[in-house]
Structures are given as structure tokens and as C-alpha cells.
């Protein structure tokens, strides 16, 4: 019965230095797939959404990154594009109980967990966009517990914004100051009229 149970604690004491309570390995950067010693995604769709503060993306403006669903534990969040596995842009500091974590040769490429302590529907997520995106999705590994985990939590695809908006201001502003120089000027000559 001892021998029982003293491997009973050996096999929990290996099985809980296989998974990974201090964050992701680097490892994990391009399948998202935890290391916890042999257990499987939940096979079942996830419980969680991947909320943005946009649906479009301007090279050099953050966005903030929500994972809403039930309570979690465990976490690896990056940006992606089309069928590249490469960590797009730069994540801002991470939330508490969060760390960052290279991928992609990136040093801020992605964000892990650095505890087991929960995160919610309140931590968020802050990321910038590369001068080169053009169009990119968030894609998550969600854990609620060590053994209970999503793989491939993607949000919908947010593109740059084609600058219509901006070139509709700027004409508009082009438009706007010849047309208030000549109410000036015929201003000044009614005024010159009745003088």
C-alpha cells in the first residue's frame, strides 16, 4: 500500500513539472498547444470569444483584446495573418498574472500566463499593429484548469482600414478652405460697397 502511494505522489510531482503553471513554452508559439504531459484540447467548441476594441487596424494604434467566456487560468495570445503561424505586432504590458512571451523571434510577440491565479472577462489585453499588417486575427489557447483547455480561439479577421474616411475629411477640409477665402474676400467687397 506505501508502494502505491508513494507512486501516487511521484507520478502527480512529474505530472505537474510537465505542464506548465508559469506561462507557455516558446514551443507552444506555433501550434498554440499546451505541453501538460499527454492531455488533449477539449474536443467540444470553446466556451470563450476573443472580443476587440475594432474591426480594423491602423499600423501604430493599440487595440485592446478581450478573451470573454468563464473564469481561466492559463493563456497564449497572439496575432496571426492568413495560414502564417508567425506572431504579428507587439503586445503593450501585460496584464497582472500575465507575462510576455517570444515567439517568432519577437520579443513581445505574444502573452502567457504567469500564474495559475485567474483571469476573466476583466483582464485585457493591449496589442499594436506592424507598419506591414494588412489584415490579422487574434488566435488563443484558453485554460480553464490544467487539464481542461481550448485550442485555436480565434477572433474575426480585422483589416486596415482602407483611409476612405480620412481622404473624405481631407478633401472635404480642401473643399472647405478656398470656399471660406472667397466668403472673405466677398465679405470685404459688400462691406467696401456700402462704405
Known amino acids: 500500500m506505501d508502494a502505491v502511494f508513494f507512486g501516487v505522489v511521484i507520478l502527480q510531482v512529474l505530472t505537474s513539472a510537465l505542464s506548465f503553471p508559469n506561462g507557455a513554452p516558446?514551443?507552444?508559439?506555433?501550434?498554440?498547444?499546451?505541453?501538460?504531459?499527454?492531455?488533449l484540447p477539449q474536443p467540444n467548441p470553446a466556451p470563450y470569444t476573443i472580443q476587440t476594441s475594432s474591426a480594423t487596424l491602423q499600423p501604430g494604434q493599440p487595440i485592446t483584446v478581450v478573451i470573454k467566456g468563464p473564469d481561466y487560468?492559463?493563456?497564449?495570445?497572439?496575432a496571426r495573418s492568413g495560414s502564417d503561424t508567425k506572431a504579428l505586432g507587439t503586445w503593450q504590458t501585460p496584464p497582472s498574472n500575465t507575462k510576455f512571451l517570444v515567439c517568432s523571434e519577437n520579443q513581445q510577440g505574444a502573452i502567457t500566463h504567469a500564474n495559475t491565479l485567474i483571469k476573466n472577462n476583466s483582464?485585457?489585453?493591449?496589442?499594436?499593429p506592424p507598419a506591414t499588417a494588412k489584415s490579422i486575427f487574434f488566435m488563443a489557447t484558453v485554460a480553464q484548469q490544467r487539464s481542461v483547455f481550448w485550442v485555436n480561439v480565434k477572433s474575426p479577421t480585422l483589416t486596415q482600414s482602407g483611409g476612405t474616411s480620412l481622404d473624405v475629411n481631407n478633401s472635404a477640409g480642401r473643399t472647405a478652405t478656398p470656399v471660406l477665402i472667397l466668403l472673405v474676400v466677398l465679405m470685404a467687397n459688400v462691406q467696401c460697397l456700402f462704405a
Open 123 to 128: 483582464t485585457v489585453y493591449t496589442w499594436t
Open 73 to 78: 487560468s492559463g493563456v497564449l495570445l497572439e
Open 26 to 39: 516558446a514551443s507552444a508559439c506555433a501550434d498554440m498547444m499546451p505541453r501538460h504531459g499527454g492531455i
